[in-house]
């Protein structure tokens, strides 16, 4: 077994990680970064589909007010494109395509108007949220009740309601009743806005990476002083008030400090010893993976584009809630990404691959008609079945959890710091919030008690 | 490193996995019983206190049907006695303290009106949920929401809501927004009615055992063929579909099957190879145990009998939230428990042990008088510390779990059984729940495919 003394061990080498890792680095500080798989990215992976060209299986868009990775990417000598968004939006309900422009679909006025009104009144109590602590916001309370519960209080139209259901979907990859109202509340003012969350141009599916976002945690890997300590599950944490001892499977690592960036229930998998204070174990209790399938589905071109269709398109029907056009910026092969969010997503995810691959053509035939019945190549991520993510795009909490066990979420004990984009008080959840994490973390043990970056 | 070859591996020595591990032996299957911590009874633990007299730290009543325990426990050369309850009970709501006497406390009658309306309404519900398959149930939707959003919306007065809240603390060890509403009434289902939940004489209260409830485990592990192997964390469970080898520390366990009778949360962080299908995983990110803080105060005499007290008492002001005289059966030394639930748990638990003392202390004062201000001694068990309990009672469901994961919580995957009080359908969360899973375990083993015991 492999033994290695450094000052401070990061687990995990996603963008927190890295990121982390990175500006210790840049203060002098000797940094090891520790990876169960044996690949950097974490929930960013790059899947090459010949010619040089790659598609993401996972995390993909950057937008607006993610100002952190925006301007790491052209550091890092990467360049993003638009989303393709040209023409004509569909969506699904009772067995009927409706095409529309823009973001708002043409559902009946009644319907759309109340949509409107829970939006704006969702952005209005969110404006009202401290994102680094929302229990103690004057909305806590809205931790006593599912999305659902305040959807069906405020929301009467059946149409307003599955509208809002995939809006919930898409950003969470779970249910309205899944989710605590105030923990909704949190994310959206962690972005800034729902309509930025939710909106494709100039919100957070605006722009992707060119080469795919993997090459981002590839770069700051390369960038490090040590390589990345790859295949190497972290299985213990020893720890006592100014050292720690990470035990994974054929290393260990010695160290003052250790930053660990793992979704808190994955970092709960971790044995401690001595064990952990009851509220960190707690909150590891209470944090749950989103559900998420990506698949794209590839074709000699993106014919629907001639048909004046954009690619993007919403169903209420499912099992697909979403997809847009994902070919490579030369529109060169076509792409269309669908999604199976939340119960669907559990759902598909019991299946065989075949079958949903078969879904998912189904799905597109009837939202861009038969050409897309047989596409030449079918991709498929079910994050869910991913050991070292076990659900995706990322956590979310129940009623209760924020208000009784929010504080450990970012709270270092001891020699441990917390990390990952479950952790970020901006950009929650995403790329850019992964990196706020931690940098976060670093900031800490650069400046114990400082300001957080 | 000791190698054991069996036919079966039980996963925790506590009622399940000794229940699983008598019925298999029974048919002349071989037995190992692997063990955390370094002693049998799992949230059942007697602490001595003298002249041949314990106290239970963990679960200690068993009540009117309850059968399987109630048989078990004459079976085993043991004897229940009742808890006492002579006297007068007390109520403390907004710094006043009440009397009354039976289970209806004397608060105003529009609440109590109120209180008693929902729990015939809760009943009425419970009545129609099936307990092996909650999800399945007409009442399913009610998995949308808390407990706290039902009660807002029958429950208008405070006073009445307070009661709630009680009882909710006193069963589940949590607050009402953290439980969904469908596991609330498929709990109450599994016990037969909420009446028999919260009621002491002829309810879950009812008895006591004499020499402590973990006599019950040490007789069923004296009477196994192996000892049961303590001290043994199991790390890993590597799987096939008709083998498993069990890695705990310092121990390996080849088997044909195994039965793991951790609470989910727990379960979910034994490492398996290959990584368990995405539903089971999720189902283990999705029940979070309970929190309490049991503490014992001792007294040279129950002296709150003499004063024509039951030592049985609630308050809505907490932070201890129930009390008991919790004496041995002769009565000598005097015995007061009182626990901090939910929150109150939650918020002591981080407190100083000396600071918590006070509390209680400060409480019984104020329930019992002054006499109650300096005990003898103090006791408590902080279970949310514990690092092979994580919590007590047991674990519940938010919102929007049963109805998406429900179905993992007992269904087997290849040679990997599910035990554990969490998994019972008859009197989840207790004693005779963790001794019926136990035995459902060892069923599904014995007869693949049968019916349930």
């Not at 004509?88 to 009644?110: A, D, M, Q």
């Not at 209080?153 to 599955?162: F, G, M, N, P, S």
Request: proline share 6%.
């Amino acid at each position: 077994m492999e033994t290695i003394e450094t000052d401070v061990a990061v687990i995990g080498a996603g963008l927190a990680g890295l990121s982390a890792a990175r500006a210790l680095e840049a203060e002098g500080v000797d940094v090891s970064v520790i990876e169960a798989r044996d690949r950097v990215g974490g929930r960013t992976v790059n899947e090459p589909i010949g010619v040089g060209k790659v598609l993401d299986l996972g995390g993909q868009w950057v937008g607006p007010g993610q100002d952190r990775i925006l301007e790491l990417i052209p550091e890092l000598g990467l360049e993003t494109y638009s989303t393709f968004g040209e023409g004509l939006n569909l969506i699904e309900r009772k067995g009927k395509v409706s095409k529309y422009s823009g973001t708002i679909p043409k559902v009946n006025p009644v319907a759309l108007a109340e949509v409107g009104l829970a939006l704006k009144r969702i952005e209005r109590l969110a404006a009202k949220v401290d994102p680094e602590r929302p229990w103690e916001s004057e909305l806590a309370h809205f931790d006593r009740m599912t999305f659902d519960t305040w959807m069906r209080r405020h929301v009467r139209t059946a149409v307003a309601r599955d509208l809002l259901r995939l809006a919930i979907e898409a950003v969470w990859a779970a249910e309205p009743e899944d989710i605590s109202m105030l923990h909704m509340l949190f994310y959206v003012r962690s972005a800034g806005s729902l309509d930025l969350l939710l909106d494709t141009e100039g919100g957070a599916q605006d722009s992707r990476v060119l080469g795919g976002t993997q090459l981002i945690s590839k770069r700051l890997a390369e960038g490090l002083a040590r390589p990345v300590c790859l295949e190497s599950p972290v299985r213990r944490i020893l720890w006592s008030g100014d050292r720690v001892m990470v035990l994974a499977d054929g290393l260990r690592v010695a160290a003052d400090e250790v930053v660990v960036t793992l979704p808190p229930v994955l970092a709960g998998r971790i044995s401690y010893e001595p064990a952990l204070p009851a509220i960190r174990d707690g909150l590891t209790q209470r944090m749950i993976q989103g559900s998420v399938i990506k698949t794209m589905s590839i074709y000699p071109t993106p014919f629907w584009r001639e048909q004046g269709f954009s690619g993007q398109s919403t169903s209420a029907d499912g099992p697909v809630s979403v997809t847009f056009d994902n070919s490579p910026p030369d529109g060169s092969p076509g792409v269309l990404l669908a999604f199976f969010e939340g119960k669907a997503a559990r759902d598909a995810g019991e299946l065989p691959g075949s079958v949903r691959q078969q879904l998912v053509a189904d799905c597109l035939t009837r939202l861009f008609g038969e050409e897309a019945a047989n596409p030449d190549r079918y991709l498929e991520k079910v994050w869910a079945d991913d050991e070292w993510a076990r659900g995706c795009y990322g956590g979310y909490f129940p009623p209760g959890a924020w208000t009784s066990h929010g504080r450990a979420l970012r709270e270092s004990i001891g020699p441990i710091h917390w990390a990952g984009a479950e952790t970020a008080s901006e950009w929650a959840g995403y790329m850019e919030g992964a990196i706020q994490s931690g940098r976060r973390a670093a900031a800490e043990i650069l400046a114990p008690g400082g300001a957080p970056v």
